[in-house]
């Protein structure tokens, strides 16, 4: 089969590599239908050193099971199904708290001999823990949002609930991309009372506008800072949701946040340290977050998605193919694409 | 009358001051009746820079109310009363949400005008907000346990709580000091399962047992971490509670804290930065706490220190009258004493 490999930064290829099969009683082999490329893709892609030998790569992905293993009682062939980014086997104390990201048996896709998601097939493992069925067809116009799933639309949500968002909520989003909107979309969903999106690319915050964003701020750093504290009477706002990963978005987060606010951090931050004198001390600001269990949400999120109450695939403004995916790594930090969809 | 003021490193004196009066319509005049040294004192007590003029200091007090001001209504003279170590209205948007320590209208003893606590009187600024009044006479049995509510025992409560600490929860208290303590015993008073204590001074750590203390670690650093992790299964704690304030303390509370799990930090952490890198961001650790908000937690507490169900008050190991103050300082600097109580 056909399946993405990254070489070194900026070098991303489309390969034959062996067809997945069967290992564990509790594997699973999906067809992939929808995969795509994500911001946290970008980060190898930014700065891998270059090997001769490449690693798989991709994440995010939905399909129909092919093939399963003698242990895999809740799926069976043809199934349509969407993976979260992280495989879990469901049923240990992590999982069963709902931090399947620290699954005893778990982990991440492309890694230990674990196929990526960009690729025509993936054998996945823990099938039974990690994979929901989707009452849809393979042909579904709802491919896309429910691609959400298996990672930014959970990790939005994720950062909108460790937050503690909820009615009467206000919230600032911190970053434009695709994490960032779903965060918009998610505090939206749980009923955030004002949502401040604070980006400077129109286009991706007129979709956070569309998604629930009452005001938003172009400006950054100080300025950015002041702007928010202007909208909110000079409080800042309970919950601070930081989606872009670097030390300036961060110390923008415990700018903003209001007394006894909580701050929480999703996608891939980059910063090795946080703020943690007397600002944030004495007015008691949460740090939270972390990387989403989205197979957590995806129950929790799946009808708003079926019944289109919610749209998180409007992140996707640009579908290609699988040939295409290296032009689509380069679109996407070059920024002419939001976010990538692969149909395979 | 007498107060406490500081001038310098090393230099606390007792003197005469004015003695107060009733400035605002919302003040009370407290004599004092115990009054005690607070670890935090010990900060400036290491590293205040010398000046002509001293600093009032004490924030912590209960006492009787001499005076009121026309609009206090929940107090008359006679009374018992329990202070804060930060005064507050009681009727802002954050008093009404339990953070009186961010209240519109409040701020710390010994600064701006107002009366610290190691002194004969304090005029109490928002008299109605701040101060709760204690049923028991000026020579109560209790008085020193009573005096913990003021900040030490609703320090370690607030570590606790915001730490999620209840039954079945696995919990670590770094430090042994009467905050660490008080922390334990918060902890055993939320139903704790398990409690590990982190301290080398066997007097204190043997109060920590009789607190709740179900494992005591001496061992500090890596050696400490992989304790806790023996202890534990491997796992860490669900809640790890940082009552020392010092860097050493908030990286071993991100070695020994369990995925999923909170460090709560309470007292006054010196460290600037604390680590936010793939470790605590893979495991979703979460970073709460701040400096506690006392007053929100007088009225839980009171009941079980009223029926003797907790003795917080076991952590002053010194008494001394007012005169001892200075000696009293040095004392708990040179870790001869746990906690100096003033019997003014």
Redesign the interface.
Known sequence: MRATLIYGAGDVRVEEVPDPVLREPTDALVRVLRSCICGSDLWPYGSRPATAEGDRIGHEFLGVVEDTGAEVSRFKRGDVVVAPFVYSDGTCD?CA?G?Q??CRHGGFWGAGGVDGGQGEAVRVPQADGTLVKLPVGEDSALLPSLLTLSDVFGTGHHAAT?AGVGPRTTVTVIGDGAVGLCAVLAAKRLGAEQIVLMGRHKVRTDIGRDFGATDVVAERGEEGVAKVMELTGGDGTHAVLECVGLRDA?DTAYGVVR??GRIS?VG??Q???????AP????????????A?ARAYIEELLPDVLDGKVQPGRVFDTTIGLDGVPEGYQAMADRRALKVLIAV
Chains 1, 2 share one sequence.
Not at 271 to 277: M, Q
Not at 280 to 290: D, E, I, P, Y
């Open positions: 992590f708290q931090l990201t620290s460790t961060i007394a006894g951090r891939v931050p910063y090795p340290e946080v703020p943690a004198g944030s001390f004495l007015r008691n600001v949460t740090l939270t977050g972390g990387v269990p």
